[in-house]
């Protein structure tokens, strides 16, 4: 891709593939500058794409000037994360599920001695339930252990512990559950070029789901395996990788 920019440039799909691709591999900055270039529109089965892009590069930003103990840029880019820029194309769906970002927000603004505003960001992660994802709303998802560790935050220990312990339950009934397209599901991914293996896919998920659990309650070593484990089978999955690399530069959960 980067040795046909021209290319590139034609195509929102190889757009978002690209900085999907530099996300990966590190390369938040680019990825942020890629998708400031372009005006997206929407397609059939892109749905959520430049979105998701834009969400992660900011996280990613966002932790790295944390770590750096750079605590206003970390909350520019948590505040950005949450108020996508019109040139996406696309908004944010009401019941999706922004657990995530709230909760990286809380922390840099109770960091910032704002306690009222990080008191609100875990409050709003907390008090999710739920996601909308595939054209459905899911009880558990990926956004459910940062509900968990906001409600931490808060000093509600046994409520987070409780989700978490739930999470687990439903990874583990997940991981044994048949696999199949949702009916409501009426566009597939952009570029999928192979035959999907559902029991795999949704295998790996159980698995990533079962990591965070893991990692909510404590039990780093456990997270961190099941992390590789996720990346052993699919190499690109996002969340794992953002997740691994957290405790490669040490924060881990903040």
Not at 9 to 14: A, E, G, K, S, Y
Not at 128 to 133: I, L, M, P, V
Not at 165 to 177: F, M, N, Q, T, V
Not at 204 to 232: C, E, P, S
């Given at each position: 891709?980067?040795?046909?920019?021209?290319?590139?440039?034609?195509?929102?799909?190889?757009?978002?593939?690209?900085?999907?691709?530099?996300?990966?591999?590190?390369?938040?900055?680019?990825?942020?500058?890629?998708?400031?270039?372009?005006?997206?529109?929407?397609?059939?089965?892109?749905?959520?794409?430049?979105l998701g892009q834009h969400v992660r590069t900011q996280l990613a930003l966002g932790r790295e000037a944390l770590a750096q103990?750079?605590?206003?840029?970390?909350?520019?880019?948590?505040?950005?994360?949450?108020?996508?820029?019109?040139?996406?194309?696309?908004?944010?769906?009401?019941?999706?599920?922004?657990?995530?970002?709230?909760?990286?927000?809380?922390?840099?603004?109770?960091?910032?001695?704002?306690?009222?505003?990080?008191?609100?960001?875990?409050?709003?992660?907390?008090?999710?339930?739920?996601?909308?994802?595939?054209?459905?709303?899911?009880?558990?998802?990926?956004?459910?252990?940062?509900?968990?560790?906001?409600?931490?935050?808060?000093?509600?220990?046994?409520?987070?512990?409780?989700?978490?312990?739930?999470?687990?339950?439903?990874?583990?009934?997940?991981?044994?559950?048949?696999?199949?397209?949702?009916?409501?599901?009426?566009?597939?991914?952009?570029?999928?070029?192979?035959?999907?293996?559902?029991?795999?896919?949704?295998?790996?998920?159980?698995?990533?789901?079962?990591?965070?659990?893991r990692l909510g309650l404590g039990q780093k070593a456990k997270a961190q395996a099941l992390l590789r484990n996720v990346l052993?089978?699919?190499?690109?999955?996002?969340?794992?990788?953002?997740?691994?690399?957290?405790?490669?530069?040490?924060?881990?959960?903040?």
């Amino acid at each position: 891709l980067e040795k046909n920019p021209a290319l590139v440039r034609q195509r929102d799909d190889l757009t978002v593939e690209l900085c999907a691709l530099l996300n990966q591999t590190g390369r938040h900055v680019e990825a942020m500058q890629l998708l400031a270039q372009r005006e997206f529109q929407p397609w059939e089965g892109g749905e959520g794409g430049p979105l998701g892009q834009h969400v992660r590069t900011q996280l990613a930003l966002g932790r790295e000037a944390l770590a750096q103990h750079d605590f206003p840029c970390a909350a520019s880019h948590f505040e950005k994360a949450l108020l996508p820029p019109e040139n996406l194309g696309e908004a944010r769906h009401l019941l999706a599920n922004q657990s995530d970002v709230h909760y990286w927000a809380g922390v840099v603004y109770d960091l910032l001695r704002e306690k009222k505003t990080a008191k609100q960001h875990w409050l709003a992660a907390a008090r999710f339930r739920g996601d909308f994802q595939q054209m459905s709303v899911r009880a558990f998802s990926e956004m459910t252990c940062w509900s968990a560790l906001s409600l931490e935050k808060l000093g509600r220990k046994p409520e987070a512990k409780k989700l978490l312990l739930d999470l687990l339950a439903h990874a583990r009934a997940l991981r044994k559950a048949p696999a199949k397209i949702d009916y409501f599901a009426t566009s597939l991914p952009a570029l999928l070029l192979f035959d999907d293996d559902l029991p795999f896919r949704q295998e790996t998920t159980a698995l990533f789901l079962q990591a965070q659990a893991r990692l909510g309650l404590g039990q780093k070593a456990k997270a961190q395996a099941l992390l590789r484990n996720v990346l052993q089978r699919d190499p690109n999955h996002p969340l794992a990788a953002d997740l691994l690399g957290g405790f490669a530069q040490g924060k881990g959960k903040s």
